[in-house]
């Protein structure tokens, strides 16, 4: 019995060595909060100096690319780990989102390149959202960003199928509707169906002017402006006017013009402190000769 005990012993004597050097390795492969930003710096410099042709590329590599890393954690074991990939994901859905904002911005591709760009990210954010992996806060900003790609885009179809198929998470389903017959009227504007366009404009104009929407501003970052409920109401029944005109509806013409001009006086009572603002909204009205 005692031969046997000492080759046992033996045994867990090198199991214990064997684990207390791996574990003195994990120990010291654990990752420095220092490296992590250092890294996510690099990779962040990286991406933004890439071609906008390789942007939705990249971040599918990083989003499918593995490595290992050790982190530290308060509780026994004190490591943990980590098979996944070399950045966080919500930070590469931020990177997307930049890219998104990019080429929202660029005015010197032609409108093909831009759209073939938006494609292969709205169908990146796609497969990203579909990970599982990003916070409830990142999935749903990411989700608006594809809804902004398939406007910039013109696909109407896609971004309504956005809208009433997944839904924007934190939008509420009267925000989901108006914006869908938003989406559907500028379609409608587009093929010159303009009783179609009209009907789905006044459905969004509803939304806007209820008691939902009664804090909504709107900030246009490339010029500042910053756009109250009103004005967007207003803005809209315009719109509905000139369909109106084209349609050889003179009366219907008129009442929606009615209709715009105390929205446009309570626009300029909310911008009268905000000269950019302010500015802005009398060169609109000015256009339309009010």
């Given amino acids: ?19 207390g050097a791996f574990y003195g390795a994990l120990l010291l492969m654990r990752e420095d909060p220092e490296q992590a930003k250092a890294t996510q710096k690099a990779v962040r410099k990286e991406f933004r100096a890439a071609p906008m042709d390789e942007m939705a590329k990249r971040l599918r590599r990083l989003t499918d690319e593995r490595s290992v890393s050790v982190k530290a954690q308060k509780s026994f074991p004190f490591v943990s780990v ?24 660029d005015t010197k591709s032609k409108k093909a390149d831009t759209d073939r760009r938006t494609r292969e990210l709205i169908e990146f954010s796609k497969h990203l959202i579909g990970t599982g992996k990003l916070s409830e806060s990142e999935k749903n900003s990411l989700c608006e960003r594809r809804l902004d790609g398939y406007f910039l885009i013109g696909d109407y179809d896609g971004a309504v199928n956005l ?7 934190g939008r509420s389903e009267g925000w989901c509707r108006s914006t869908a017959a938003k989406l559907r009227a500028h379609k409608a504007m587009e093929a010159g169906q303009n009783s179609e366009a009209i009907g789905q404009l006044l ?22 402006v910053i756009y109250s409920r009103e004005w967007v109401a207003a ?12 349609a050889g509806d003179a009366k219907g ?25 302010l500015e802005e909204l009398k060169k609109e009205m000015k256009s339309y000769g009010l």
């Fill in 1 to 19: 019995m005692a031969n046997l005990k000492k080759p046992l012993v033996a045994s867990i004597s090198i199991l214990a060595v064997v684990a």
């Fill in 82 to 105: 980590c098979y996944g990939p070399k950045i966080p994901y919500d930070s590469i859905g931020l990177l997307a989102e930049e890219a998104f904002l990019k080429l929202t911005g």
């Fill in 163 to 169: 809208l009433e198929g997944e839904g924007i998470a």
């Fill in 203 to 224: 459905v969004f104009i509803d939304y806007m002017l209820s008691s939902e929407m009664e804090d909504f501003e709107d900030s246009d970052p490339a010029n500042g």
């Fill in 235 to 246: 803005k809209n029944y315009m719109r509905c006017k000139a369909l109106s005109e084209a």
């Fill in 253 to 277: 013409a008129s009442e929606f013009e009615a209709k715009a001009k105390p929205l446009y006086k309570a626009a300029l009572h909310k911008a009268e402190e905000d000269n950019v603002s």
